[in-house]
């Protein structure tokens, strides 16, 4: 159990009001908020030890090259990384996603190859994969869900072949909830001598990961979305295939030796992290870290498990409510997707609210929840719909704050049964 | 009135659930495309015009109650009118939805004054505003004869 009184002490942000309402803020997945801890590492490093890293030779370049080093074997410790030096800081989880895709990609994917991805899977794990594709007459293939809104592990088999070079599957959908069985397809995938990519920037922060348990060959996932500042994001990936790649950006920081017509790289990971890194945030995300692993991911999980199951139930109550997702917070992380359709006056049959429509009245009750394709576009139109509303909590969220989210769902359908 | 309810006026409601003017219009009527991506709001306009007054003007919408009332209220507000008078209907709902600080129409707007209460939501505008820039660009291609290229908003 955690003491979210306490936690939230720790979030100033959360102590506000919005339009007069206490804030009630379910865009986690969208981004979380920031501890004070994390807030003041950011301004400890620029009063007290701001400088380069890597390259000084004085005090202060030291102090600073030691904490952002230190934070690498945070990140490892946290997903079990065999080695910190597995651990390349990128911007966000898009950035180690595009990484992947041209350092990797761009040696290994050729013609007729086939890259094998989900249906439920976020553009910025879709879009490096077609440009990739594109380039090099690749093929990319779609594993679909089931009416469950899960992925349909029995086709899996049949997509994954022996031209698949590589499955990239997100952990956790940050539409639907669904988790994924990430373990299961990344023995799939090796069974078929392909190469398994999971986008963790749902799920990690939420419930963590073991990539020696789940055997995985890359990672990637985002520091703003687990209590961590914007600008940092991770790429974890195995040292023999990191060392076999070609770089990605280009610059200082990762050669050895320059001449003018030709250089020599640098060894892992600063071969991946060319120029001058986000070094204030880096040493942030590591205070991020800690923070979570005080809680505890699996208290971080049951709680948000005890909040989905609030929340499906209160949301299953409200009528003309449709739910995209599991419904089942067993196979569910703490995101709800869902729309809403409303009957006016008696002559009218009833009418679907865009889901626009119902965030702007909810923020009217200080609840922030997020609208629209969620960067999900081709898993809308295979839903047929233009968007959804979703809440997404984390581990300083309430029973009270779903609560007043179902209130202010109220507030939607009163304004629309005035038709 | 409540400031929702003064987002959510009745008459936008209304054009919400019964839109005006639904449909389309066979050729030569001028057909025009537009869209807010971000939003997933799509639409299509038609536009019949002869001796430079609109005849008719049909309109297919997807989005949000804020875009396709806009919509069905600028179909109103359009139908039977010579174009130069449009021109001012347009420039009249653009001041009104975009400038700063209180507004005096220099014609008369009828229904669409409704929409003013969408300024207070400034992510909302772009919904409303959405039929609005599709006419204008049908309008040019109707004055250079030019086929319209569809109107993508950012
Ligand atoms: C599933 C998933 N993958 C990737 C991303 C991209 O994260 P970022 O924008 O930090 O690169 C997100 C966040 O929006 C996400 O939800």
């Given at each position: 159990m955690l003491n979210v009184q306490k936690i939230r002490e720790d979030f100033p942000i959360l102590n506000q009001k919005i339009h007069d309402k206490p804030l009630a803020y379910l865009d986690n997945g969208s981004t979380s908020q920031k501890p004070k801890v994390v807030i003041d590492a950011i301004t400890n490093y620029y009063n007290w030890y701001n400088s380069n890293i890597h390259r000084g030779i004085h005090t202060l370049s030291e102090k600073a090259t030691e904490a952002y080093e230190n934070v690498r074997k945070i990140v490892a410790d946290f997903i079990k990384a065999p080695d910190p030096e597995e651990i390349i800081f990128t911007r966000n989880a898009t950035e180690a996603v595009n990484l992947v895709a041209y350092a990797w990609g761009?040696?290994?994917?050729?013609?007729?190859?086939?890259?094998?991805?989900?249906?439920?899977?976020?553009?910025?794990?879709?879009?490096?994969?077609?440009?990739?594709?594109?380039?090099k007459k690749a093929v990319l293939r779609f594993i679909p869900i089931t009416q469950n809104f899960t992925l349909d592990l029995d086709k899996i088999e049949d997509l994954i072949t022996s031209k698949t070079k590589l499955v990239a599957v997100t952990q956790m959908s940050n539409v639907l909830g669904t988790i994924n069985p990430v373990k299961k397809i990344a023995g799939l995938a090796h069974k078929a001598k392909a190469l398994f990519l999971i986008d963790g920037a749902q799920g990690v922060p939420h419930s963590g990961i073991d990539v020696a348990n789940v055997n995985c060959d890359f990672l990637a996932f985002t520091a703003h979305k687990m209590l961590g500042p914007t600008g940092v994001g991770v790429l974890y990936g195995k040292k023999k295939l990191l060392e076999e790649m070609d770089p990605f950006i280009a610059g200082g920081s990762?050669?050895?030796?320059?001449?003018?017509?030709?250089?020599?790289?640098?060894?892992?990971?600063?071969?991946?992290?060319?120029?001058?890194?986000?070094?204030?945030?880096?040493?942030?995300?590591?205070?991020?870290?800690?923070?979570?692993?005080?809680?505890?991911?699996?208290?971080?999980?049951?709680?948000?498990?005890?909040?989905?199951a609030y929340a499906l139930k209160?949301?299953?109550?409200?009528?003309?409510?449709?739910?995209?997702?599991?419904?089942?917070?067993?196979?569910?992380?703490?995101?709800?997707?869902?729309?809403?359709s409303a009957k006016g006056g008696s002559d009218s049959v009833g009418i679907d609210i865009h889901p626009h429509d119902v965030g702007t009245i909810v923020d009217q009750e200080g609840v922030a929840i997020r609208a629209g394709h969620h960067c999900c576009q081709p898993l809308m139109r295979k839903l047929g719909i233009p968007g959804t509303a979703r809440a997404s909590f984390y581990i300083y969220n309430t029973k009270e704050e779903i609560d007043q989210l179902t209130f202010a769902l109220g507030k939607v359908k009163e304004v629309f049964a005035r038709l | 009135m409540s400031a929702i309810e003064d987002l959510y006026r009745e008459i936008i409601l209304d054009h919400y659930s019964s839109p005006r003017n639904r449909g389309e219009?066979?050729?030569?009527?001028?057909?025009?495309?537009?869209?807010?991506?971000?939003?997933?709001?799509?639409?299509?306009?038609?536009?019949?015009?002869?001796?430079?007054?609109?005849?008719?003007?049909?309109?297919?919408?997807?989005?949000?109650?804020?875009?396709?009332?806009?919509?069905s209220l600028m179909t109103e507000a359009i139908v039977g009118k010579k174009?130069?008078?449009?021109?001012?209907?347009?420039?009249?709902?653009?001041?009104?939805?975009?400038?700063?600080?209180?507004?005096?129409?220099?014609?008369?707007?009828?229904?669409?004054?409704?929409?003013?209460?969408?300024?207070?939501?400034?992510?909302?505008?772009?919904?409303?505003?959405?039929?609005?820039?599709?006419l204008i660009e049908g309008l040019k291609a109707l004055q250079n004869h030019k086929k319209p290229e569809p109107v993508v908003m950012e």
């Open positions: 761009r040696k290994n994917i050729s013609t007729g190859d086939e890259i094998l991805l989900t249906e439920m899977e976020h553009h910025s794990n879709l879009i490096p994969w077609q440009i990739l594709a594109k380039e990762m050669i050895l030796e320059v001449w003018q017509d030709r250089a020599t790289w640098n060894k892992v990971p600063y071969k991946y992290e060319a120029g001058t890194p986000n070094i204030a945030d880096v040493i942030a995300f590591g205070e991020a870290i800690k923070y979570l692993q005080n809680i505890g991911m699996e208290n971080v999980r049951n709680h948000e498990k005890e909040l989905t209160k949301l299953c109550e409200t009528e003309d409510l449709t739910i995209y997702g599991p419904k089942n917070p067993e196979l569910q992380g703490g995101i709800i997707s869902f729309n809403f | 219009l066979p050729a030569p009527a001028l057909k025009i495309e537009g869209a807010n991506p971000l939003c997933g709001d799509e639409l299509v306009l038609y536009i019949e015009e002869k001796d430079g007054q609109i005849k008719q003007v049909k309109i297919n919408t997807k989005g949000c109650s804020i875009s396709q009332a806009s919509a174009i130069e008078e449009i021109q001012k209907i347009i420039e009249n709902f653009k001041d009104m939805m975009l400038k700063d600080g209180s507004f005096t129409p220099t014609v008369d707007l009828g229904d669409l004054e409704v929409l003013e209460g969408v300024k207070k939501y400034p992510v909302r505008i772009k919904c409303a505003l959405l039929a609005w820039n599709t």
